[in-house]
């Protein structure tokens, strides 16, 4: 009997591990966002990660996503100071004063960008593209908690910069496709 070639089979990038880390990176990393609510979501994930694992999140979610109003941003720009109280005291979700403050403000943020731009997403688009230094800045003009790391991962996710996953992860060939911002931006070297 003839042995067959070992052929190797394509791997998912290795950061990824765990049944909620797999199907993240698998159904959600880099893949390209259009709507308001899920780019909320994704920048108070990360803003709410800030010193924390990935994984840790990722538990959390489900319950971010009801107490935070489904990640509407119209409704989180309502809240007050008696909001933001309760949520300092559910343990579902990080109660981090800081970073609660920033999500209230982002959705403000991101209202008034709704008013000038017609949406979050058309405010990033009309920015891109650009390199991280500059994007951070951007985002420290206009969003709390949004350091370089947070902006970086946030525009990754999202398929703004590069890097989301290794040219030989399977996720890598099906994301190009969907034409992510980074693929279709001239690149800033030149090449």
């Known amino acids: 009997?003839?042995?067959?070639?070992?052929?190797?089979l394509p791997v998912r990038c290795g950061w990824a591990s765990g049944e909620l880390m797999i199907r993240y990176h698998d159904e959600e990393w880099g893949v390209p966002v259009h709507d308001d609510r899920t780019l909320f979501e994704f920048l108070i994930l990360?803003?709410?990660q800030a010193g924390l694992s990935w994984n840790t999140i990722l538990n959390k979610r489900e319950h971010y996503l009801q107490a935070f109003d489904r990640f509407d941003p119209q409704h989180v720009a309502r809240y007050n100071r008696r909001k933001m109280e309760r949520l300092l005291r559910d343990p579902g979700i990080v109660r981090n004063r800081?970073?609660?403050?920033?999500?209230i403000h982002n959705a403000r943020r991101i209202q008034e960008l709704r008013q000038s731009h017609g949406s979050f997403h058309a405010w990033l688009e009309a920015h891109h593209p650009r390199p991280l230094e500059e994007w951070t800045?951007?985002?420290r003009q206009n969003f709390r908690f949004t350091g370089g790391?947070?902006?970086n991962e946030f525009l990754m996710s999202l398929g703004y910069l590069p890097g989301a996953h290794e040219p030989d992860c399977p996720v890598y060939r099906r994301i190009l496709p969907l034409a992510p911002p980074w693929a279709r931006?001239?690149?800033?070297d030149g090449e």
């Open 1 to 8: 009997m003839m042995a067959m070639p070992n052929q190797s």
């Open 46 to 48: 990360e803003g709410a």
């Open 98 to 103: 800081l970073k609660i403050a920033a999500v």
């Open 137 to 139: 800045r951007l985002f």
């Open 149 to 151: 790391l947070i902006v």
């Open 185 to 188: 931006a001239p690149r800033a």
